[in-house]
Nanobody, 124 residues
Framework: QVQLVESGGGLVQAGGSLRVSCAAS????????MGWFRQAPGKEREFVAA????????SYADSVNGRFTISRDNAKNTVYLQIDSLKPEDTAVYYC?????????????????WGQGTQVTVSS
């Protein structure tokens, strides 16, 4: 079983950038494809980005494509989400998730393990 801990959230002005991280422990991260999701107040949790086990394949939600970049460092057991050109509508709790698989996945139900989330707030 893998444990996930997100960090790096905070308060940022619109147009700014932020990098959130997800550190894994318990099992080596290289066994898992990883995803980032977010949940804004009063809304359902939604897919943001995903990366395959070896980092060779990525997938993004249309709403963030071109502004968000997912990456991973398996040697450090960490996955990152670089968020650029932040907008107020990006305000949400950001969660990382792990799936014991080679390929990427975009559905919440595909993932086996979840972190506790990190808050990102974008001021206008």
């Amino acid at each position: 079983q893998v444990q996930l801990v997100e960090s790096g959230g905070g308060l940022v002005q619109a147009g700014g950038s932020l990098r959130v991280s997800c550190a894994a422990s318990g099992r080596t991260l290289s066994m898992y494809s990883m995803g980032w999701f977010r949940q804004a107040p009063g809304k359902e949790r939604e897919f943001v980005a995903a990366i395959s086990r070896n980092g060779g394949s990525t997938s993004y939600a249309d709403s963030v494509n071109g502004r968000f970049t997912i990456s991973r460092d398996n040697a450090k057991n960490t996955v990152y989400l670089q968020i650029d050109s932040l907008k107020p509508e990006d305000t949400a709790v950001y969660y990382c998730a792990a799936k014991l698989s080679i390929v990427t996945a975009t559905r919440l139900g595909d993932y086996n393990y979840w972190g506790q989330g990190t808050q990102v707030t974008v001021s206008s």
